[in-house]
């Protein structure tokens, strides 16, 4: 099996690791917080110092970072250690001008597909991930992300999936905060929440409202302001400008799950 180095260990890109590793993986992973790689260490993986030292003898690599500027300084580490014929596979949600960005420093015969994925930690630990894949995907690579999840392909161009992902999760976030919103309507109008739930239930919103109540999930609400930024950044959004000032008047909640919007 193809050798794959794992970087980026935080609360999605750890479960998937691990899922990857009891498949029977070949595994070299990396994290800034090094003590976040230790559990999988105890499993059986290859533990590296820095990104190019976990990519130097990797088939493929995988990286899921939080933001951008982790992208970007990632790759400043890894590019030079690439050898022609690896892949990599950036998971991370960062948009589309990220990622051709991250393309265009690549040297000759190594491949990037973007395929960030929709779902949470539970998905991601059991590979029910929803993954959506642009860019070129030979063999190895699309043998991976089935590994990962449902994959839907986004077309061959570099950055249609972080594209595609931008609209799908600012749909969710949106969502979200437009229930808590109803909810809290209701409790103004004196209705008993059970059966505004119950009602909500019934329409347009019920994906919305389950992912309100949702358990066992992790989205940060740092982490969906961010996602909502890099949407309103690239087309006039009036109603997520206002989810994003909203998410980021609540620091309290910034590192819990976007469910709890709705305290």
């Known amino acids: 099996m193809e050798k794959i180095a794992f970087l980026g260990l935080g609360s999605m890109g750890l479960p998937m690791a691990r ?3 009891s498949a029977g993986y070949p595994l070299t992973v990396w994290n800034r917080t090094a003590g976040k790689a230790a559990p999988l260490a105890g499993a059986g993986a290859a ?9 130097r003898d990797a088939d493929l690599v995988i990286t899921m970072l939080a933001d951008p500027a982790a992208a970007l300084a990632v790759a400043d580490a890894l590019v030079p250690a690439l050898r022609p014929g690896v892949h990599w596979i950036d998971t991370s949600t960062v948009g589309p001008d990220t990622v051709r960005e ?43 992300l089935a590994r990962l999840g449902q994959v839907t392909d986004c077309g061959p ?4 999936g972080a594209a595609l992902k931008l609209v799908l999760i600012n749909a969710v976030i949106g969502g979200v905060a437009l229930t808590v919103e109803a909810l809290r309507l209701g409790r103004a109008l004196g209705l008993p929440e059970d059966l505004v739930r119950t009602e909500l239930g019934k329409g347009p919103l019920a994906g919305a409202l389950a992912r309100t109540f949702a358990e066992g999930a992790h989205f940060p609400v740092e982490l969906a302001a961010k996602d909502v930024s ?19 008047a609540r620091p309290d909640l910034s590192r819990r799950d976007l469910s709890a919007l709705r305290g």
């Open 157 to 160: 161009d570099t950055g249609a």
């Open 19 to 21: 899922h990857l590793l």
């Open 230 to 248: 890099l949407a309103t950044a690239t087309a006039p959004l009036p109603i997520l400008d206002a989810v994003r000032a909203e998410l980021l």
């Open 47 to 55: 533990v590296a110092a820095t990104p190019a030292e976990a990519v």
């Open 102 to 144: 991250l393309a265009g420093r690549l040297p000759e015969g190594v491949t990037l597909t973007d395929a960030p994925v929709m779902g949470s930690v539970d998905r991601a630990a059991t590979g029910d991930l929803w993954v959506l894949a642009g860019g070129p995907r030979p063999e190895p690579v699309a043998t991976v």
